[in-house]
């Protein structure tokens, strides 16, 4: 399993940009689909984004599209998520994961994703 490390959240005023890394170690990133998830207080983890193992393909519900983006590296074993026009409902801990190697679809749900980081915290104040 790889091990995963979020970095790049913090507080930020509504309507200002974050960009979230996820970097990898302990196996072959390349070979992982890869995901963000979120958390807010009380609720129940989101999914956010995700992407194909050669990021050719990425994915972002309809919801986050226009202001959200996943990205990732492979020759940097790193992953992002670039969050525009931030609202304070997007607070959350963001989380990345790596997707199941023997789930053959992008997927959406957490129960796929079977390494996680330890998560970022996302403040956005009003």
């Known amino acids: 399993q790889l091990q995963l490390v979020e970095s790049g959240g913090g507080l930020v005023q509504a309507g200002g940009s974050l960009r979230l890394s996820c970097a990898a170690s302990?196996?072959?990133?390349?070979?992982?689909?890869m995901g963000w998830f979120r958390q807010a207080p009380g609720k129940e983890r989101e999914f956010v984004a995700v992407?194909?193992?050669?990021?050719?393909?990425?994915y972002t519900p309809h919801s986050m599209k226009d202001r959200f983006a996943i990205s990732r590296d492979n020759a940097k074993n790193t992953m992002y998520l670039q969050m525009n026009s931030l609202k304070p409902e997007d607070t959350a801990v963001y989380y990345c994961?790596?997707?199941?190697?023997?789930?053959?679809?992008?997927?959406?749900?957490?129960?796929?994703?079977?390494?996680w980081g330890q998560g970022t915290q996302v403040t956005v104040s009003s």
């Open positions: 994961a790596a997707q199941r190697i023997g789930v053959h679809h992008l997927s959406t749900s957490r129960n796929d994703f079977d390494s």
């Open positions: 992407i194909s193992r050669s990021g050719d393909m990425p």
């Open positions: 302990g196996g072959i990133f390349s070979n992982y689909a």
